[in-house]
């Protein structure tokens, strides 16, 4: 229950909320001016940038995406569609609207399994071609405390978000080398850096990928140097340079997994438009970008928080309200 006084609003913990007055204009300007501007900055940075590399090519690019059947892998296929990017969708439903999509494939697969990986990616060379664009976006969760999650719950979330993308990397990789042209995107997230309560499966599944990401990076780097002083130095992976990598770390996406999830603040930590965020991974994939992209904006700040002495991340969280992000059960 909210007692009104005549200056604030206080609620029944008695602490201060934002006046309607204030709520109502800095929701406008976030969601009126703030779009505009940021629409304004994207369009310099893109035409100051030059494109390098391997660009996105309809006549050679084969993309995968895992999960594509909704959410924010639905978009992504939606948006390498509109390029005319013919794609592939691994998930375990197909889609809705499966039969009005032209230069979609659809195989049902569970990730978690490897074998099933390895059936599908021998079927997919026969029916569609070699996969050039590998999109790691599949992914489950589960909100409920630690010691209420049973062992099989814990196991399948790690095998789905960890494990799949890496049995999926070590299958596709190899094709991407050998014919020298390679795009791998693994969307993790930025509770793989902090992990609320309640998510902590999936807090740990998503900061191994972030792992797993960082370590492919470095091997594919070996790719574009040699060791001068030794003559006998066989790079680990053989390549010329031409397979680029995205870590996608982003904040609450407004999709069905986290529909239970309440932002802290909607000003500072904004929900992720699906749409909206497929697009600046294609974008980046069509600029042949590697790296990290980290949205919204807070999203960048968390690695520097979480290297802060545990009293003072400790304090973090509690500002934040870092483990109020699910309700308690």
């Known amino acids: 229950m909210k007692v009104s006084t005549r200056r604030n609003d206080i609620d029944s913990r008695g602490r201060l909320s934002r006046l309607p007055v204030r709520r109502d204009i800095a929701a406008a300007?976030?969601?009126?001016?703030i779009p505009r501007w940021r629409s304004v900055a994207e369009k310099v940075v893109e035409s100051a940038?030059?494109?390098?590399?391997?660009?996105?090519d309809p006549k050679r690019d084969i993309a995968l995406v895992t999960g594509g059947a909704g959410g924010l892998g639905q978009e992504i296929v939606r948006e390498l569609r509109r390029r005319q990017i013919v794609t592939v969708i691994l998930d375990v439903v197909p889609p809705p609207d499966l039969e009005s999509l032209t230069g979609v494939h659809f195989y049902a697969c569970d990730i978690s399994l490897p074998g099933r990986i390895r059936v599908i990616h021998e079927k997919i060379i026969q029916d569609v071609g070699h996969v050039t664009?590998?999109?790691?976006?599949?992914?489950?969760?589960?909100?409920?405390?630690l010691d209420r999650v049973d062992n099989e719950k814990i196991e399948q979330i790690i095998r789905v978000n960890l494990l799949g993308p890496y049995?999926?990397?070590r299958e596709f990789l190899p094709s991407m080398i050998a014919i020298d042209r390679g795009y791998i995107v693994n969307i993790a997230s930025v509770l793989g850096f902090v992990t609320p309560a309640r998510l902590t499966a999936y807090g740990a599944s998503k900061g191994g990928l972030i792992a797993l990401h960082e370590s492919l990076v470095d091997e594919l780097e070996q790719y574009t140097w040699k060791d001068s002083s030794n003559p006998g130095y066989v790079p680990l992976l053989k390549s010329r340079g031409v397979i680029r990598s995205l870590?996608?770390?982003?904040?609450?996406?407004t999709t069905k997994m986290f529909d239970n999830a309440r932002s802290p603040s909607k000003i500072i930590a904004p929900d992720l438009d699906p749409q909206y965020l497929a697009k600046q991974i294609v974008k980046a994939m069509e600029y042949n970008r590697s790296g990290t992209l980290k949205l919204p904006y807070y999203?960048?700040?968390m690695c520097y928080f979480k290297s802060l002495n545990w009293p003072w991340f400790r304090l973090f969280r509690l500002t934040a309200g870092v483990d109020a992000i699910i309700a308690a059960k």
């Open 167 to 169: 049995t999926l990397i």
């Open 299 to 301: 999203t960048n700040m």
């Open 247 to 253: 870590l996608v770390c982003p904040g609450k996406i």
């Open 133 to 145: 664009i590998l999109i790691n976006n599949a992914a489950i969760t589960s909100d409920l405390p």
């Open 29 to 33: 300007l976030y969601t009126g001016l």
């Open 49 to 56: 940038i030059p494109i390098v590399g391997v660009q996105l």
